[in-house]
T-cell receptor, first 117, second 112 residues
């Protein structure tokens, strides 16, 4: 079974609008971490946002927020006020387990986001 | 700080050749990892390390060796390159909670 599922191969959004990128995960471990990374066409992996399984509030980092619905096992990334520079591949990833699992991420297949002017 | 550095950026090998991909970090991070990214796919974990002298296998370890003699360096060795190892290789490092991994720029490897 897939540990991380990103069901949207591609998404389009108009500049200045908000967009939600979906991510569902599968784990039976009560302790885990969820991450979103951006990969522009240049290829580097850029960390965007982190949500811990015990965090009570949804994580936010500037224009990025993570809509964490624990019961549904979803961790959707919301990008507000999209910019042309947001066009990239976006990956959801999970660290399953606590401290003994640091350094081990499982990635989804990614979603390509295209921002139109 | 340079962060996570990887060399080389590009490499072409012939089937059966061996080589080492270098990875270094200057952030004093305990945890280091190697991933591969195949076209149109997410990253998959090859090997990881929780500190100097300690390494373990990830999801796709076959054909690769690692060692970690210092906190800073975590080289990945391809023992006998195969076309199936054509990929982009990323090294990453992290500290403890929240263990956000910071990635190097990647090495694009082609095996002919």
């Amino acid at each position: 079974a897939q540990k991380i599922t990103q069901t949207q191969p591609g998404m389009f959004v108009q500049e200045k609008e908000a967009v939600t990128l979906d991510c569902t995960y599968d784990t039976s471990d009560p302790s885990y971490g969820l991450f979103w990374y951006k990969q522009p066409s240049s290829g580097e992996m850029i960390f965007l946002i982190y949500q811990g399984s015990y965090d009570q509030q949804n994580a936010t980092e500037g224009r990025y927020s993570l809509n964490f619905q624990k019961a549904r096992k979803s961790a959707n990334l919301v990008i507000s006020a999209s910019q042309l520079g947001d066009s990239a591949m976006y990956f959801c990833a999970m660290r399953e387990g606590g401290g003994t699992s640091y350094g081990k991420l499982t990635f989804g297949q990614g979603t390509i986001l295209t921002v139109h002017p | 700080n340079a962060g996570v550095t990887q060399t080389p950026k590009f490499q072409v090998l012939k089937t059966g050749q061996s080589m080492t991909l270098q990875c270094a970090q200057d952030m004093n991070h305990e945890y280091m990892s190697w991933y591969r990214q195949d076209p149109g796919m997410g990253l998959r974990l090859i090997h990881y390390s929780v500190g100097a002298g300690i390494t373990d296998q990830g999801e796709v370890p076959n054909g690769y060796n690692v060692s970690r003699s210092t906190t800073e360096d975590f080289p990945l060795r391809l023992l006998s390159a195969a076309p199936s190892q054509t990929s982009v290789y990323f090294c990453a490092s992290s500290t403890g909670h929240p263990d956000t991994q910071y990635f190097g720029p990647g090495t694009r490897l082609t095996v002919l």
